[in-house]
């Protein structure tokens, strides 16, 4: 019985929600009405709690859609039947709070900042304690601004602590209770980067394969420019999912990744992509050459622009993603001081094309089988589903054509002893982009083409054999 008599005071950011209502919607905001940037640092001066409610002001979040942890929900709907009073106590704006509690409808009080007060730190446990009085409530907290409130609270309840906030806390507080982190640092960081996508980047070794050139510094170089793009590429990657957090919050694959599901901190994205864009053009910068750096930053621009505005165009997205995979077979014809036929520029085209239609047909497909109306992200909707699938099949077929039609050219002559052979390369690249196709007509799992590619058992097979005809060949 004595439990009832103490409340239960319940932190937001980072202990009831995986994320930072603030910086949600300084994002949304930014990506809105990119302009208010500047608003943003003059309010800022003037104290977080104008801040936070300028702000709130002009931005409304979808509350549902939230990384709310259901493992801390669950623990308050305990105490709750147990007739406790709980508190909901944090340091976002008010009418933000409160409408977060009357989503969830357990909390039976809501303070929060108001435009006079940033109910955070040493203001959060003034007001409460001149609310409940010293140890007069228990306060579920975790960071290291929560030690303020738990050094007056009676109990201490911990969520995904630190081995070294746990000891502080324990100097000054009685700890009741812990929640530890489910997830694992490091995997969250390497999942966040994508690092499975930079196979991609391995396009930069193309074009010094073909010209069949083997000095070992020339591959060195294209290992650090292979660097320097993955590095790149994950700061975009980052970037991009800051961007889509509410879209990507709807979608039934990229709702799990770090950032969108609360894994990883909104500041930590946006700090590691920070420091992996300073790390790519610095290797670029200090090791490589300017060319290079030149098509580093259009990859980079181009990537923004995308994610900004050109995503949500039909078929100007598409062609856009194609000229990121063309962007890189450019950069490794840089690296390797090798000039890429117009031949090569035309399969490419085609074939990164197909490639890119891929993934709009996936995302139709895997929207379809979720039975969920989120075509219209992108611009498509499930009609689109028949004439993407025929323009890819025609894409691919046409860059197949354009391989056998190289077959026969006298380029071949410069590279190959016997190019003869190189025209049984043509039926097994023709194989692939119709098992390709024909893969993700039956796959609603997933939207990745390079996923659907390297799943199919079959296609290592086909790689062998087109390797064993390129030797034979040269």
Do not use: C
Not at 48 to 65: C, D, G, P
Not at 213 to 232: D, E, H, K, Q, V
């Amino acid at each position: 019985m004595e439990e009832k008599k103490y409340p239960l005071v319940v932190d937001l950011d980072g202990t009831l929600i995986s994320t930072d209502i603030l910086m949600e919607q300084i994002f949304k905001l930014i990506k809105d009405k990119p302009l208010y940037f500047f608003f943003i640092i003059f309010w800022l001066f003037k104290g977080y709690a104008y801040l936070k409610n300028e702000v709130s002001k002009r931005v409304v979040l979808n509350i549902s859609l939230l990384p709310f942890k259901f493992n801390v929900l669950n623990y308050i709907q305990e105490q709750k039947k147990q007739s406790r009073t709980i508190i909901l106590a944090t340091a976002a704006q008010f009418e933000v709070a409160q409408s977060i509690a009357s989503h969830l409808n357990l909390f039976d009080e809501v303070l929060a900042t108001t435009p006079d007060l940033n109910l955070r730190g040493n203001n959060k446990r003034k007001v409460l304690n001149e609310k409940f009085g010293e140890k007069g409530y228990d306060y579920v907290g975790d960071a290291y601004v929560d030690l303020n409130v738990w050094k007056s609270a009676r109990k201490a309840i911990l969520i995904e602590p630190t081995k070294d906030l746990i000891a502080r806390a324990q100097k000054i507080s009685e700890i009741e209770k812990i929640f530890y982190p489910s997830n694992n640092k490091f995997y969250t960081l390497l999942k966040s980067i994508r690092i499975s996508q930079w196979i991609k980047n391995l396009l930069l070794f193309v074009p010094i394969l073909l010209s069949h050139n083997w000095n070992p510094y020339s591959y060195l170089i294209t290992l650090l420019g292979f660097a320097s793009f993955s590095f790149l590429s994950s700061a975009v990657y980052l970037l991009n999912d800051l961007n889509d957090l509410e879209s990507d919050r709807e979608h039934p694959l990229k709702k799990k990744r770090p950032l969108a599901s609360g894994e990883m901190h909104l500041s930590t994205g946006l700090y590691l992509s920070a420091f992996l864009i300073i790390l790519s053009l610095s290797v670029s910068l200090l090791l490589l050459n300017y060319q290079f750096t030149i098509i580093l930053l259009a990859y980079f621009f181009l990537n923004i622009l995308y994610t900004l505005f050109l995503k949500a165009n039909p078929i100007i997205d598409i062609i856009t993603l194609s000229i990121l995979y063309t962007l890189r077979l450019i950069a490794g014809g840089i690296l390797s001081d090798v000039v890429l036929s117009d031949w090569f520029i035309s399969f490419s085209i085609f074939f990164f094309t197909s490639l890119a239609v891929l993934k709009r047909y996936t995302e139709l497909k895997l929207f379809s089988a979720s039975s969920l109306n989120l075509s219209n992200k992108r611009g498509y909707t499930f009609e689109d589903i028949n004439f993407l699938l025929f323009s890819g099949l025609s894409l691919s077929s046409i860059s197949t054509l354009i391989f056998l039609l190289y077959t026969q050219s006298n380029k071949v002559y410069n590279l190959y002893s016997n190019p003869k052979y190189l025209i049984f390369i043509a039926p097994i690249l023709l194989f692939f982009n119709m098992r390709t196709w024909y893969n993700a007509t039956k796959i609603k799992d997933t939207d990745n083409p390079i996923e659907i590619i390297l799943k199919d058992k079959i296609n290592y097979i086909l790689f062998l054999l087109v390797l064993f005809i390129l030797i034979i060949a040269i």
